[in-house]
């Protein structure tokens, strides 16, 4: 058995999204949002953004969105004010929330 595992390439540049339904940020309606990867700055302003849960006697893992975290983190990775994240459809929240979860994949190994 290996020591290594491989994961999926976890993005490095921004991301584009149409939304389905369109925003209004400051006085300009927007139809789509570009995601730029998070800083460690962002992370910090937004709070908790991701709750990994394991299954008792199991290998299995879920991530649970912390809303109001994530809702601060796309308000930072996509330059919108925060009203502006407040308005998406729930559709769209999710879409670009999990387009944000790869970029929040470790970077290095953990140590042995």
Do not use: W, Y
């Not at 058995?1 to 339904?21: I, V």
């Not at 300009?28 to 006697?57: C, E, F, N, Q, Y």
């Not at 879409?95 to 979860?101: C, D, L, P, Q, T």
Request: include cysteine; glycine fraction near 4%; proline fraction near 11%.
């Amino acid at each position: 058995m290996s020591d290594t595992t491989t994961a999926s390439p976890r993005p490095t540049e921004p991301l584009t999204f149409t939304l389905a339904k369109p925003i209004l940020v400051i006085d300009t309606t927007v139809s789509s949002v570009t995601v730029t990867p998070p800083t460690g700055r962002h992370l910090m302003k937004s709070g908790s953004v991701l709750r990994i849960v394991t299954k008792p006697d199991s290998d299995e893992i879920s991530i649970d969105i912390q809303t109001e975290g994530m809702g601060k983190l796309i308000a930072a990775c996509c330059n919108l004010p925060i009203r502006s994240v407040e308005q998406m459809a729930a559709g769209d929240f999710m879409a670009v929330s999990n387009a944000i979860v790869p970029f929040l994949a470790p970077t290095a190994p953990p140590e042995s």
